[in-house]
């Protein structure tokens, strides 16, 4: 299965890909995550993003689609996987296509998780994540245990820098600009199957398998 989830910030994508990994067995290519690894690093690519980031603005195409068709081609992902973040703009999906066909893939469905700002602005100020480990958590609505800790390595749990409500409100006036003209992308081309992804974690989890499931 390969995938695309499409969403603006807070939407749930990481959430959502992190089981969607565990049902069926592929990879999750998180751009963002893989961004955030380069800035702890302090490689030059990392350098290069970190103030991209900090203000809620994308990074350069080139450094996106390079770190992705790097990653496409890892022999994990041969049986699928679910892109996470990527892509985020006009230029990008089109060079996913091109990387796709050069490695002779196809792309099953895009799948775009709707929420309104004011949850958008909610879920991302009381996101938490275990700086360990990289488990997501949400102070209401997906606690850590009564020790404020990982509950599944015991981790500290960090709040992410561009999670403060300016820069949040920035990366929406993003997507709305660049990534938001991707769902009419993927609807022309068929691809577009759209999910109310203000319910429950859990349900919205199981909305994404029956479509999927349904092919
Ligand atoms: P990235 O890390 O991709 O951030 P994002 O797209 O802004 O998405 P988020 O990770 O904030 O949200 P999410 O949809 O994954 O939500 P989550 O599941 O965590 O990108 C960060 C930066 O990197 C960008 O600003 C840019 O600078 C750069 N970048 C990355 N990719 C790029 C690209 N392709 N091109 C250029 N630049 C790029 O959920 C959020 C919270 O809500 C969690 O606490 C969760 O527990 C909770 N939650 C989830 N679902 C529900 C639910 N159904 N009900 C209640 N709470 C929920
Ligand atoms: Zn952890």
Do not use: W
Not at 199 to 205: D, H, P
């Amino acid at each position: 299965m390969k995938l695309v989830l499409l969403g603006p910030p807070g939407a749930g994508k990481g959430t959502q890909a992190a089981m969607l990994v565990e049902k069926f067995g592929i990879p999750q290519i998180s751009t963002g995550d893989m961004l955030r690894a380069a800035v702890k690093a302090q490689t030059p690519m990392g350098l290069k993003a970190k103030e991209c980031m900090d203000s809620g603005a994308l990074v350069s195409d080139e450094i996106v689609v390079g770190i992705v068709r790097d990653r496409l081609q890892e022999d994990d992902c041969k049986g699928g996987f679910i892109l996470d973040g990527f892509p985020r703009t006009v230029p990008q999906a089109d060079a996913l296509k091109e990387v796709l066909i050069e490695l002779g893939k196809d792309l099953d469905s895009v799948i775009s998780l709707e929420v309104n700002t004011d949850a958008l602005v909610e879920r991302l100020t009381g996101r938490r994540t275990c700086g360990a480990c990289g488990k997501g958590y949400h102070l209401k609505f997906d606690p850590p245990g009564a020790d404020g800790k990982c509950s599944a390595c015991g981790g500290d749990l960090v709040h992410r820098d561009d999670d403060k409500e300016e820069t949040i409100r920035n990366r929406m006036d993003v997507y709305r600009q660049q990534t938001a003209p991707l769902e009419d992308y993927y609807r022309k081309e068929g691809l577009l199957k759209a999910i109310d992804g203000m319910q429950e974690i859990s349900a919205v989890q199981e909305q994404i398998v029956t479509v999927l499931q349904a092919g």
